[in-house]
């Protein structure tokens, strides 16, 4: 069975770091795996999402790895910004049904 | 920009009454599904739903729910008598049938808050 999950599980940094969000599943036969923001009490976001033939995708300041053979994903945020603070999902779909595994989350917050 | 969206945004209900959650799903999209988060936990899918009928569904969805496409448009989850336990946001998603599983990428509307009585 299909399990994912995200370290840390939140994360305090001053604005203009870089950081580095991980995600890690335990089955590596995966069709997709896609990034997302959740705002609080709101919606999910979709950010990125890599096939699993690829090794990264990028979008602006966001940049999200796919190590499938060991079961890993980052995602690099550049230069964070306050209104990136949010928290911050990763999902596996491992059938082509496109059925969604998720990670409990990383709680960002960026400081001005 | 096209989205996903849902109503109502929020509904109090007493146990053991019906709630019927609606989606509105982008336009061009086939693929719907329905998600819920428990508050604090993790978003766990509940059903997908293809060409009219149920593709796959999880544990969580036994009897009480049902979904239905009833005019090409909406896409609803109904719960016949709702339980404490029920008390969620409930997320419709939708994907396009022009990409394949591999790159389909899912759309998610903004939720339909339940609190159950």
């Known amino acids: 069975k299909q399990e994912v999950t995200q370290i840390p599980a939140a994360l305090s940094v001053p604005e203009g770091e870089n950081l580095v969000l991980n995600c890690s599943f335990t089955?590596?036969?995966?069709?997709?795996l896609q990034w997302f923001r959740q705002d609080p009490g709101k919606g999910l976001t979709s950010l990125l999402l890599?096939?699993?033939?690829?090794r990264e995708q990028t979008s602006g300041r966001l940049n999200a790895s796919l190590d499938k053979s060991s079961g890993r994903s980052t995602l690099y945020i550049a230069a964070s910004q306050p209104g990136d603070s949010a928290t911050y999902l990763c999902?596996?779909?491992?059938?082509?049904?496109?059925?969604?595994?998720f990670g409990q989350g990383t709680e960002l917050s960026v400081k001005p | 920009e096209p989205e996903v969206t849902q109503t109502p945004s929020h509904q109090v209900t007493q146990m053991g009454q019906e709630v019927i959650l609606r989606c509105v799903p982008i336009?061009?999209?086939?693929?719907f599904y329905w998600y819920r988060q428990i508050l604090g936990q993790k978003v766990e899918f509940l059903v997908s739903?293809?060409?009219?009928?149920?593709?796959?569904k999880s544990e969580i969805f036994d009897d009480q729910f049902s979904v239905e496409r009833p005019d090409g448009s909406n896409f609803t989850l109904k719960i016949r008598s709702t339980k404490l336990e029920d008390s969620a946001m409930y997320f419709c998603?939708?994907?396009?049938?022009?990409?394949?599983?591999?790159?389909?990428?899912?759309?998610f509307g903004e939720g339909s808050r339940l609190t159950v009585l």
């Open positions: 089955d590596s036969a995966i069709y997709n």
């Open positions: 739903f293809y060409n009219n009928e149920i593709s796959e």
């Open positions: 890599i096939q699993s033939s690829q």
């Open positions: 336009s061009n999209h086939l693929y």
């Open positions: 999902a596996v779909s491992g059938n082509q049904g496109g059925k969604l595994i």
């Open positions: 998603a939708s994907r396009s049938a022009r990409a394949s599983a591999n790159t389909g990428e899912l759309f």
